[in-house]
Structures are given as structure tokens and as C-alpha cells.
């Protein structure tokens, strides 16, 4: 499966500019956190002391898992299509928090098991109505793996045409938690009950079945060590659009904001093909799903947000874009100690009484 993405290393040449510029506003050197070193990393991202966000947009990739079959999620199948109605018609949570912040929201169906009704919102990338089980094949076929990868490259290409510099990627889809635990599992060799999580909400019963099952397939598919061998075996197909998505939106230079841990793990496929992604990424939160702090440890990321949400649809990133924002807005904006005429430190020991 080819993947013909060119992501290049950030520019180091505004490097130390952006430090000094961001060191002189009327403020305490660090004083303003961890906006300090995001406004750093946008400016390095877009290569300029004055970034911009433009068009912010937020893709929800949506597909159906076989796997439900075995009784992983406290949901049926049938509540990702319903959902994405919800979705399309404003009442989820992900619809009021990019409502509030002002983000294009779009749902694309990767896979979803169901005929959806055409909608200005949704976009029909369908591969096929639900992955296969992976107790008894693989989720999808190399061919079906490397359409969902272009797929997800072709969205975000979309949106950059139109002028989007800042994109986040969320998912729907029951039973993907199983797909992404698999994933998690066999491509950091963490434990998989560390990688497994209750999902939807499984009891301890429903937990512990979850991870028989799992086990089984594990056992099943003891050949599936690369990648792209992984994603095909274990994935979804709105996991395996994400992973394209991720590596043409970092391709393009655009800042990406990464959600919880479902939307980690296709960034986790991501990164092994090509590292360089996570130069491009923010990481919105830290979820309460088992395994996500794990997760973001390999990646070396420290999360904006620390909410317990373990929700998805993408809504740590619309929480957390409000921070993007401020961090570009203090950059931009933020008077420097010349400009406002106030003294900086001086360095200086102060001189206590009787001292010469």
C-alpha cells in the first residue's frame, strides 16, 4: 500500500525570533505556561512571528465495527447511524461546542452500516456498510485499508483548498474502542489490559468479556506486527481515514488538534509510518478511558485539558480550541515592555537596609 506523504521537519529559522518574541511581552518570562510554549509551536508550524487561524474545521469520521457482534459494546450498532443524525441536526455535545466556538463541523461516513439520507454536512466516503468481525478475518483488506488512508487524505485536502489551517479529527463509531485498544496494544506492546477501556460504559462483567474477546483475537492475527498490517487487521475504517487525514494535514503544514484516545491510536499508526506528524499536533485532553495517559506518554504530550471526558466525537478539541486562540491572541497582540513602557527585571540584587 503506497503512501506517498512528504512531511518535512519544522523550520528552525524563526525558532529563536518567536522565543525572543514571546519573552518580551509585559508578563514574567514563562509566566503564561504552557500558552508560551503552544504559541511557539504554532508560529513554528506556520513558519511566522504573526500565525493565523484560518477556517478552523473540525472532521468527524464515522464506521461500523463487526466486532460488536461479540457483545464489546453496552451500545448495538445501529446508534452510529443515529447518532449521526443527532450530530446533523445539532443536538450532540460536539455539535453545541462547535457551534459555540465557531468551528465547521463536517461527519464523514467512513463506514457506516446504515443508508444515510444525503445532508450539506455529510460527506459519503463509505468503503463499506461495517468492517468484517476480526474474530473471524480481518477488519478490512489491504485494498479496503488503502482507500479508507486516501480517503481521509482527500477530506483534509478539501479543506485546505478552501483556506483551513487548523483541523481536528473526531470519531463515531460503536465499538471502536475494541479496534483501538488492539491497536494501542500491538504497536506499543503495552499490556492489553492496560490498553482496554469500558467504552461506552461496560460493567465489570462486560469488561472482562470485552477482553477475552480481544484476547482471542489477538491470538488470531499473531502475524500482524507493521502498521499498516495492524490497521487493516484490527481497524475501523474511520480509524484508518483519520491516520490518512493526520499525515496529509501535517503534508500541508496545518496545525492539528488531536482528540481522545480513539482519535490517538489512528494518530499512533500515524506516527509510525512517519514520525514527523507530532511535530504538527496539539493534544487537546486526557481522557478517562483506561490507557490514554499511557498513550499519550508515548507520544511525549502534555494535554491542554484534564476534563475526565471519554465521550469522542471530537469534543476535547472544540473545548480546547478556545486556548489555541488565546494563545495566538497573546502572541499577536500582547504589548511587548518597550511598547507599554514598563521595565523589565532588572537582574539586579536589591539592597537591603544598612547594605553598601
Known amino acids: 500500500m503506497p503512501l506517498n506523504f512528504n512531511i518535512s521537519p519544522l523550520k528552525s ?13 509585559t508578563k514574567p518570562k514563562g509566566s503564561l505556561g504552557q500558552l508560551e510554549s503552544l504559541a511557539l509551536q504554532i508560529g513554528r508550524i506556520q513558519n511566522s512571528l504573526a500565525p493565523k487561524l484560518n477556517q478552523p474545521c473540525l472532521l468527524i469520521f464515522a464506521g461500523d465495527h463487526g466486532i460488536v457482534e461479540a457483545g464489546v459494546s453496552a451500545y448495538p450498532q445501529t446508534v452510529t447511524a443515529q447518532m449521526i443524525g443527532n450530530f446533523l441536526a445539532g443536538g450532540a455535545a460536539i455539535s453545541v461546542f462547535a457551534r459555540q466556538h465557531n468551528l465547521e463541523l463536517l461527519i464523514v461516513d467512513a463506514g457506516v452500516n446504515a443508508d444515510l439520507k444525503t445532508h450539506p454536512k455529510l460527506i459519503d466516503a463509505k468503503i463499506r456498510k461495517s468492517t468484517q468481525s476480526f474474530l473471524n478475518n480481518s477488519a478490512m483488506t489491504a485494498e479496503e485499508c488503502d482507500q479508507a488512508l486516501k480517503a481521509g487524505a482527500e477530506q483534509v485536502l478539501r479543506q485546505h483548498e478552501r483556506g483551513c489551517n487548523c483541523i481536528g479529527f473526531g470519531e463515531m463509531g460503536i465499538g471502536n474502542s475494541s479496534s483501538a485498544a488492539l491497536l494501542m496494544h500491538r504497536l506499543t506492546n503495552l499490556s492489553l489490559v492496560r490498553c482496554v477501556g469500558r467504552g461506552t460504559g461496560l460493567n465489570d462483567a462486560q469488561l ?9 483475537a489477538l491470538n488470531l492475527h499473531k502475524g500482524a506486527t507493521e502498521p ?9 475504517f474511520e480509524i484508518a481515514m483519520m491516520v ?6 501535517a503534508e500541508l503544514g496545518m496545525l492539528i ?10 494518530l499512533l499508526v500515524a506516527q509510525k509510518l512517519h514520525p514527523q506528524v507530532l511535530d504538527y499536533c496539539v493534544f487537546s485532553h486526557v481522557s478517562s478511558e483506561q490507557g490514554h495517559q499511557a498513550l499519550l506518554h508515548q507520544f511525549n504530550a502534555k494535554p491542554l485539558l484534564n476534563l475526565e471526558l471519554r465521550l469522542g466525537e471530537g469534543s476535547g478539541i472544540a473545548l480546547a480550541y478556545p486556548l489555541v486562540q ?9 504589548a511587548t515592555f518597550a511598547e507599554a513602557g514598563v521595565e523589565k527585571k532588572s537582574g539586579k540584587k536589591f539592597k537591603t537596609k544598612g547594605s553598601k
Open 13 to 25: 529559522t524563526l525558532n529563536a525570533t518567536l522565543q525572543a518574541k514571546i519573552d518580551q511581552k
Open 244 to 249: 490518512g487525514a493526520y499525515l496529509k494535514a
Open 228 to 236: 499498516l498490517d495492524v490497521l487493516a487487521t484490527f481497524g475501523g
Open 326 to 334: 488565546s494563545a495566538v491572541a497573546f502572541l499577536n497582540e500582547m
Open 208 to 216: 472482562q468479556h470485552k477482553v477475552t474477546v480481544l484476547q482471542r
Open 257 to 266: 488538534l488531536v482528540d481522545g484516545f480513539i482519535a490517538g491510536t489512528a
